[in-house]
């Protein structure tokens, strides 16, 4: 891979640190008066999720990572990986559980998801901003009560547990917010 | 379509066009002349902390100035009296909210003063043009002591590298004593200061006193007759009681391109006009640089040059 010296690094850019393949966040050129520069970095660990902070001489120069984001669609578990394939080629990609990490909780089959692989093999899944699921267990609906407040638990099909209101049946998909996990609507027309 | 439009809006440049009138007000009223030297020269800067643009011209490179004060000095030595430039200065791969690789730069000199007597001057002005209501003075030793808690001018490059390490964490390996000195003031004292208005930082440790005087303080220990001006942590001015003597300038240029081979900088051949005139004489005097493109930031409240500036680097 190419070497980055600081003055080219910019947001998105993925480069080695420690070892660790790294997204550049932000990038701070920090001069005093007189004398040597620095560039002050905040850069996010791709693996763990981490952000660092960590400042870099000017003119100091980091190994670009090989690093690609890719659509994939989600296949099934063999109970130790998670498959995906390329919709395009049909290439099927591995992800252990600690790649796919709290994602587990929105997977469904042939739902796309945004891998991306280091050296060829996903290291983080994100799933969509908004997916639908199938209710598997919750207490029964209350009848007639469509506008009031009130919540109860229900289980979806991929084990994950949200706050659903209170007209919601079992065997009903609805639609959820994954960057927060709350309940949105009812799934539209299947 | 390209971003074809300017970064500053129309008030700040009409506030632009009223600051550079205001300041040529100010040095009229002062009896300085306003000059202009060239901004396109023969000769490079060796301090390797400053890297000039490089133009081929013909048979031979010339360098955009990452000051005027060469020029400048040599128009001091032909008996100018006290002079003023407003002009453009050029430093490469200099980028970032609070640098532009090409900048407007207010430069003057007096006759007959030091660093101290120029350092009320810039402050007097200062404070007019941002509506301040003073500021305040530091020796560099104590500025050190007051934010990192510890002696930074005697202490060897160990213990700098220890201190730095404890307050910021990880470092950049191998960093010699000045640059770790460097590190502390970007990283710890300018943070520190953002909240204290305009500051004023003085004397220098010796090996950082570029091109100002070698002094003793008042213990005997030797400073760079040097300030920093600083405006709610932005540097904003960098002054000296100028060093005249040409033999002394021609050894720190070549301690400074000893240094640059070692870093794998290019050599910069010193500048003979400028050593030429300071052996002619230099009539004893203190200058400073004022970078008007932050202080305009300043007075407007600007968080990025990119909206002082009509086009910025990434819009030029």
């Not at chain 1, 290291?123 to 407040?149: H, M, R």
């Not at chain 2, 404070?127 to 500021?135: F, I, M, Q, S």
């Not at chain 2, 730095?164 to 990880?170: D, I, K, S, T, V």
């Not at chain 2, 303080?217 to 009681?241: H, I, K, M, Q, S």
Request: glycine share 8%.
């Amino acid at each position: 891979m190419a070497n980055f010296s600081t003055n080219e690094f910019k947001s998105g850019l993925k480069v080695m640190l420690d070892g660790e393949p790294c997204s550049i966040l932000e990038n701070e050129f920090v001069k005093p008066g007189k004398g040597q520069a620095f560039n002050r970095v905040k850069l996010r660990n791709l693996r763990s999720g981490r952000v660092w902070d960590r400042t870099f001489k000017s003119g100091d120069s980091l190994e670009g990572a090989d690093v690609l984001d890719v659509e994939l669609e989600y296949s099934y578990t063999d109970g130790e990986f998670f498959y995906f394939m390329d919709p395009v080629s049909f290439d099927q990609h591995a992800a252990s559980a600690d790649a796919v990490g709290d994602t587990q909780k929105w997977l469904r089959e042939q739902e796309k998801y945004e891998v991306t692989l280091y050296n060829g093999a996903p290291i983080t899944v994100s799933p969509p901003n908004f997916i639908e699921l199938e209710i598997t267990e919750t207490d029964p609906g209350l009848k007639g009560d469509t506008a009031q407040g009130g919540s109860k638990p229900a289980t979806l099909t991929t084990g994950a547990v949200v706050r659903v209101p209170l007209f919601i049946s079992q065997g009903e998909s609805i639609r959820i917010d994954t960057r927060t996990g709350d309940y949105v609507s009812r799934a539209s027309k299947n | 379509m390209t971003d074809w439009r300017p970064g500053a809006n129309h008030v700040i440049q009409r506030q632009r066009a009223a600051l550079l009138a205001d300041l040529r007000d100010y040095f009229a009223k002062q009896r300085v002349l306003e000059v202009e030297t060239p901004l396109l020269c023969r000769a490079g800067v060796s301090d390797p902390a400053l890297e000039n643009f490089e133009v081929p011209c013909g048979h031979e490179m010339r360098f955009l100035q990452t000051s005027p004060e060469y020029a400048m000095k040599r128009l001091l030595a032909a008996g100018s009296g006290d002079i003023f430039q407003i002009c453009k200065a050029f430093r490469w791969e200099e980028q970032g909210v609070r640098h532009n690789p090409e900048y407007t730069l207010l430069e003057w000199y007096r006759l007959g003063i030091d660093h101290y007597q120029l350092a009320r001057e810039v402050g007097e002005l200062v404070a007019a043009v941002l509506e301040r209501p003073g500021w305040q003075i530091w020796s560099w030793q104590a500025i050190f002591q007051e934010v990192l808690g510890a002696g930074a001018h005697t202490a060897p490059r160990e213990e700098l590298e220890a201190l730095a390490m404890g307050h910021l964490g990880e470092i950049p390996l191998g960093l010699d004593r000045d640059s770790l000195l460097d590190l502390l003031m970007s990283h710890c004292v300018e943070p520190a200061i953002t909240g204290w208005g305009i500051v004023f930082i003085i004397d220098y440790p010796a090996s950082q006193a570029a091109l100002a005087q070698r002094i003793l303080d008042v213990a005997g220990e030797p400073r760079g007759a040097r300030f920093e001006c600083y405006v709610d942590g932005t540097e904003l001015a960098n002054g000296y009681w100028e060093c005249g003597d040409a033999a002394e300038l021609r050894a720190r240029f070549a301690e400074d391109n000893s240094l640059r081979k070692a870093r794998g900088q290019s050599d910069r051949r010193p500048d003979e006009q400028l050593l030429d005139a300071l052996t002619a004489g230099l009539p004893p005097c203190a200058g400073v640089a004022l970078g008007v493109d932050r202080l305009l930031a300043l007075k407007t409240g600007a968080q990025d040059l990119d909206a002082v500036l009509s086009f910025a680097w990434s819009r030029s």
